[in-house]
């Protein structure tokens, strides 16, 4: 439950000032602080079907507040398991299940959510929690917490961070610089859509002594074998769309039935393989789930596809976004275009 009314706070760092503090702030990182230097219980919640930006900065967080001796522990509301690729990642000791979380902590933050309904069940934590943080960096965040860290200019969660922890005074050792890397790995698309901010970060994160190379590997560039058969009926169903709005899009669908034995991350990477047709300005993959479908839009050049995303209900980045939907094929295809046109 709600604290009563009028015992809900949310105290600012000690040297923020009046206009540093409160809900409405875009970043407020004096804030933020404020928040996790008080917290002794601590909920991280990453989004649903959780990728490694999300998860990267939900156990970074993690290992930061439990070297205070604060009990933390990081969860999200399935649908599956993390990736693969992240089982060994440092600060995985902290992952509960959804059930598992603190019934009321002082202090639930997400990461890398652009809305609380990205948590779905979850997000009944906020109301129980004394104070609610959050750290993202979507164009489109909805700003839904008590105090809010957000960076649209941010090329990853995990990039917001390491910016937080400089300002707390957190020193980023390698154990620290695994999950980071990976969220910003992860969210360049290999550095494909880097900033030189970007760059730099990397930069700092490598020199701790981590692997990057295994890590972008096992990231981005290994897949169970079934993904190549999923891979092969999902681009025959490929279709260009050469004038739409002044830009050519490019479609492909993934059934159920394509996907039936694949995780989420397997079936997410075929919009970056869409994405590489140049007759097309934006890029799109419809993938059917139980409920309707939920597509993945890619852009280049002038199109920015978060607007389109929170047409349709979603939100995202200017050349990164998605949203969900119901209706067949032809309906969904007709609603984009419309947006688009």
């Known amino acids: 439950m709600n604290p009563p009314a009028g015992t809900r706070r949310v105290e600012a760092h000690p040297n923020s000032t009046a206009s540093d503090t409160g809900g409405s702030a875009t970043s407020d990182r004096r804030g933020a602080i404020g928040l996790l230097e008080q917290a ?3 909920t991280v919640l990453c989004h649903r079907a959780p990728d490694p930006d999300t998860v990267g900065s939900g156990l970074a967080l993690a290992i930061v507040l439990a070297r205070r001796g604060v009990d933390v522990r990081v969860s999200f509301d399935g649908p599956t398991g993390i990736p693969d690729s992240m089982r060994d990642m440092p600060g995985r000791e902290h992952l509960v299940p959804a059930d598992g979380v603190h019934e009321a902590a002082d202090l639930v933050v997400a990461v890398d959510c ?6 779905g069940s979850l997000a009944a934590c906020l109301d129980r929690a004394r104070s609610s943080l959050v750290i993202d960096h979507h164009l489109s965040n909805t700003r839904f917490g008590d105090v809010n860290v957000v960076d649209p200019s941010a090329v990853s969660t995990t990039a917001v961070l390491a910016d937080l ?6 020193p ?7 999950p980071l890397y990976a969220g910003l790995v992860s969210d360049t698309g290999s550095f494909k859509w880097a900033t030189p901010a970007s760059h730099l970060l990397a930069h700092r994160l490598l020199a701790t002594g981590i692997d990057g190379s295994t890590i972008t590997r096992e990231l981005l560039d290994t897949h169970p074998f079934g993904w190549l058969p999923m891979l092969a009926a999902v681009l025959r169903s490929a279709r260009l769309l050469p004038y739409v709005g002044g830009h050519g899009l490019v479609y492909a669908v993934v059934t159920l039935d394509d996907a039936r034995h694949l995780r989420p991350a397997e079936v997410e990477s075929v919009v970056d393989i869409v994405r590489t047709v140049g007759d097309a300005d934006v890029a799109a993959v419809l993938k059917q789930t139980i409920d309707g479908w939920a597509v993945s839009l890619r852009s280049r050049a ?3 596809v978060s607007r389109i995303a929170v047409a349709l209900g979603g939100g995202g980045h200017r ?5 969900s939907c119901t209706g067949d094929v032809s309906d969904v295809l007709r609603a984009l275009v419309a947006r688009m046109a």
Do not use: K, M
């Open 40 to 42: 002794r219980t601590v």
């Open 165 to 170: 922890f400089d300002d707390w005074g957190v």
């Open 302 to 304: 002038a199109v920015d």
């Open 172 to 178: 980023i050792d390698a154990e620290l610089a695994e």
């Open 319 to 323: 050349h990164a976004a998605g949203y």
């Open 114 to 119: 652009g809305g609380r309904e990205r948590l």
